[in-house]
């Protein structure tokens, strides 16, 4: 009887899980532990250097001299030296900032070079503490199939690293339409074993040890087609994210993967290193997809190239929509056999838009500006005259003291020159008006109360 009972009761739960849609359960990843040490000026070999921890990854950065390179002390023996390549990325203070190393969990490093301001930083990604969490997962987007992302949370992303110690964040998302799509290489190890730990080191040596307050790119691609969601998108001071990496409009936030022109631009990065070696066609496929997919929903025709127009400062410059780091600055980023190959996947990501759609347009929920009011009262009439960010149609409404409110006239859509004639007023009396705008979406506005005398 028991045991029907139980039975029972299992496929009842089985049931109702089935028709109320709960979030994963699932364990989050283990926290990244990280120390740091300043080697100050090298020439020959620094110090070898114990940080107290198996050290998965290690980032360089340095103010002068040329890439270095390091070695590792594990079970007694010395790896074969590395070069620190430089990751082409935003320098942060001035100083030039390599690559992460792959550690493969090492007691010791040492570096070698010709260089001042050394400061090194080992991570560990792989052996902190866990703790059992609810994740809820986003809902697929409906138009042009998205690449699914790996979350944030599923990769283990420790959202305190945006924050500063008083609680405000490092670097507040802002948002621009999305003009280009720069890809880029993390130049990090290839055939990675774990490549949601290389994630949470880049993340905590983008966030806290380069200064970016975030990983600098919008989103990643490991060798098994995996993409991650990297730079945060959600609304400020929340723990929620878009899968998308933009805001409620549409548009995209703003990273840190293209010094001054990171606005306006998402950066795509392939995990690993591709100046000699190819990515894997898995990886491959999946930055096509992803290259195709935000072309389409931004209208951008992959094969073109165009004028962009940084909208945080006003600079511009001419390139591909699909365009290499290195189109923009001075590195080897995207790699030399993914920059060659470029040109190919213009016409596939193109192949898989077909014809240049219209830039998708999610609902416009933002009311309009209303600016430059003023009112030029005579004795029974007043002009008042004001200015919109927008098209919108706009109306004034006024009263006299203690009176009730009155409405003008509808005036039509503009950007400039509204003007509304007031008449039949009072000479000699103060008034009160407001002036309402409301665009084509149906957003409203309403201007403070202001106050005009009319003349005696």
């Known amino acids: 009887m028991r045991y ?65 390179s390091a070695r590792f002390l594990a079970n007694g023996e010395w790896t074969p030296w590395q070069v620190a390549h430089e990751d082409g990325l935003p320098r942060s203070e001035g100083r030039i900032s390599s690559g992460l190393i792959a550690g493969d ?61 008083n609680g405000t964040e490092k670097w507040s998302p802002t948002f621009h339409p999305t003009t280009k799509l720069i890809v880029h290489h993390t130049v990090t190890q290839n055939a990675d074993p774990d490549p949601a730990s290389t994630m949470r080191a880049i993340y905590r040596y983008h966030a806290i040890d380069r200064g970016y307050g975030d990983i600098a790119y919008n989103f990643l691609v490991d060798e098994s087609g ?39 631009t998402m950066g795509i990065a392939l995990l ?18 992803h290259l195709a997919w935000e072309s389409e929903r931004h209208g951008l025709d992959p094969l073109a190239t165009t004028t962009h127009t940084n909208p945080a400062d006003g600079k511009t410059k001419t390139v591909g929509n699909i365009s290499g780091h290195r189109d923009w600055g001075s590195t080897a980023c995207p790699g030399g056999v993914v920059y060659a190959d470029l040109p190919n996947i213009r016409n596939e990501a193109a192949a898989r838009v077909g014809p240049t759609p219209e830039p998708y347009a999610p609902r416009d929920r933002r009311s309009p500006r209303i600016k430059k009011i003023a009112a030029d009262a005579r004795k029974r009439a007043a002009i008042v005259t004001w200015a919109t960010n927008e098209a919108a149609d706009s109306q004034v409404r006024f009263k006299l003291q203690g009176k009730r409110w009155r409405l003008s006239s509808l005036k039509p859509a503009m950007l400039e020159d509204h003007k509304v004639r007031l008449g039949r007023l009072k000479k000699d009396r103060r008034y009160a008006y407001r002036v309402r705008s409301a665009d084509a979406a149906g957003n409203e506005s309403w201007s403070t109360t202001r106050k005009f005398d009319t003349a005696a």
């Open 4 to 68: 029907r009972y139980r039975l029972a009761l299992v496929a009842s739960f089985a049931v109702l899980a089935a028709l109320i849609p709960l979030p994963a359960l699932s364990w989050t990843a283990p926290e990244t532990l990280a120390v740091t040490r300043t080697l100050g000026t090298v020439d020959g070999r620094s110090e070898v250097a114990f940080p107290g921890l198996a050290i998965d990854h290690l980032g360089i950065s340095w103010r002068e001299g040329k890439e270095p």
């Open 105 to 165: 969990g090492a007691e010791a490093f040492q570096v070698r070079g010709s260089l001042t301001g050394v400061r090194a930083v080992a991570i560990n990604t792989t052996d902190g503490p866990r703790s059992l969490v609810w994740s809820k997962r986003h809902a697929r987007a409906t138009h042009l199939a998205q690449p699914f992302p790996v979350s944030r949370a599923e990769w283990g992303a420790d959202e305190s690293y945006r924050f500063r110690a």
């Open 272 to 289: 690993g290193t591709f100046t000699s070696v190819p990515p894997t066609p898995t990886a491959r496929q999946a930055l096509i997809d």
């Open 226 to 264: 995996r993409v991650y969601k990297g730079r945060y998108s959600g609304p400020g001071g929340t723990a929620l994210d878009t899968p998308t990496g933009e805001d409620s409009r549409g548009y995209g936030v703003t990273a840190a993967h293209t010094g001054g022109w990171n606005s306006g």
